[in-house]
């Protein structure tokens, strides 16, 4: 059957093209070599969808094509994608992988998909307080509350005394409307004066430092600003 990223495709996965085809089959199964094919073979065969081309489920297809990733980017991304396009919920996700062994870069996945599924937003906000720290940066107030037009909001993170705002988006703030809410909702602080950063909670475990490097700019401007 298929798997990974092809089980995916198959399942209506889109913005991702694989560069192979990975099928599951029995270990005890005759097997032969095609080219662009990779086979794993397996004692135990996962659960499979029973419409369409043989294909493993969503779920598990996803996990299987994270750890199969080229780099922990791409791994990050089979994961987003599915959940983004709505092929599989979250607590299947979560479901699957609580019954999975241990394998490649499984603390990494294990971190993502609690970011993905669960939201992660006060996970977010504790981790970025830590970077801050390591950053020699004062601490931030979290959850910091505001009213604006549009009623009472939360901020993740700010240095209110600074007018300086960072807002952590978990996987939750790409799906539906909230793309639309959290522009407004920015739109409105920025209005008050205040400058916005975002990042992406996944941005936090793929590239902190490049987040971190514009936090501190945005910090250092702000501290000279209220100088």
Known sequence: ??????????????????????????????????????????????????????????????????????????????????????????????EAWHLTPRGPRHAFLDVVLGDICDGAQSLGELDFAALCRDRGLPEPSRQVVRTLPGGRVYLDVAWEELGLVVEIDGGHHALALSPVDDALRQNDVVLTGDRVLRIPVLGLRLRPDAFLDQVERAHALARGAAA
């Open 1 to 94: 059957m298929l798997d990974g990223a092809a089980a995916l495709l198959a399942s209506g996965l889109t913005a991702f093209q694989p560069t192979r085809i990975d099928v599951s089959i029995p270990r005890n199964n005759r097997r032969h070599d095609v080219p662009g094919v990779t086979r794993h073979h397996r004692s135990t065969m996962p659960p499979v969808l029973d419409v369409g081309v043989p294909r493993v489920r969503p779920e598990w297809a996803a996990i299987h094509a994270a750890q199969w990733a080229a780099s922990d980017r791409q791994a990050a991304l089979l994961l987003c994608l599915p959940l983004q396009q709505r092929l599989v919920r979250p607590e299947r996700v979560l």
